[in-house]
């Protein structure tokens, strides 16, 4: 992790309060967050792509996104 990128110690607190129910919509959120940029990334490098194009890709991205 870059330092940039490391919760703070507030973060840490907030995130420990919260319930496991909490944390998972949060990250839940992320994720379609995350898929919705990627879409709008692919959809400015391929404006002759169809919506369907557009999703058949970002989902196949996502289901092979390694960390």
Same mark, same amino acid.
């Given at each position: 992790?870059?330092?940039? !990128?490391?919760?703070?110690? !507030? ?8 319930? &496991? !129910?909490?944390? %998972?919509? %949060?990250?839940?959120?992320?994720? /379609? ?7 709008? &990334? %692919? ?5 002759? /792509?169809?919506? !369907? ?15």
């Amino acid at each position: 992790m870059l330092s940039d !990128e490391q919760a703070s110690p !507030e973060q840490i607190e907030l995130f420990r309060a919260m319930s &496991g !129910e909490k944390r %998972l919509q %949060l990250a839940e959120q992320l994720y /379609w967050s995350a898929r919705r940029i990627k879409a709008a &990334g %692919l959809r400015a490098q391929h404006p002759d /792509w169809s919506q !369907e194009q557009v999703e058949a890709e970002t989902r196949r991205i996502f289901l092979y996104a390694r960390t």
